[in-house]
């Protein structure tokens, strides 16, 4: 609006025209890239060490493939069940050659059960002369009877 004041033409805003501080606008929210979660999901699980089917957690120690069964027991305690088998194989060299062909290898099997109790998986561990070589689950455990 402009008004004569003292015969000179003056600009006056009203307070509906006046110029309201503003806030400062919210940055537009970025989708994040559905791809990229599962890429992250899936590079943590591979690298993130021993799979839950590879290893067995007992207290805050975990037993995986390769250990012994002195560290078993030692972390674990004595198995609720054990059933020990013999095989026979060839003689193998870490690449999987086979060394003496005919001439077998005897290899003592062992399979331990542990029941961690009826809210926690039941595992089988098996070793073979006296190493772990894999770790198995195989569903909730049971509440153990009194003696």
């Not at 805050?60 to 026979?88: K, M, Q």
Request: aromatic share 10%; charged share 20%.
């Amino acid at each position: 609006m402009v008004k004569l004041v003292n015969g000179a033409p003056v600009k006056v805003e009203l307070m509906s025209e006046q110029k309201r501080p503003t806030r400062p606008r919210a940055r537009a929210v970025r989708r994040a890239n559905p791809l990229a979660g599962v890429l992250i999901g899936f590079a943590v699980l591979t690298l993130s060490g021993p799979a839950a089917g590879d290893s067995i957690r007992c207290g805050t120690r975990i037993i995986s493939d390769g250990d012994h069964v002195a560290r078993l027991l030692r972390y674990c305690g004595e198995p609720d069940f054990a059933h020990t088998r013999r095989a026979l194989r060839p003689f193998l060299s870490l690449t999987g050659a086979t060394y003496y062909p005919g001439f077998p290898e005897e290899v003592w099997i062992e399979e331990w059960t542990y029941n961690f109790g009826p809210h926690k998986f039941m595992r089988l561990v098996t070793l073979e002369n006296g190493v772990v070589t894999g770790v198995k689950n195989l569903g909730y455990g049971y509440t153990q009877p009194p003696d």
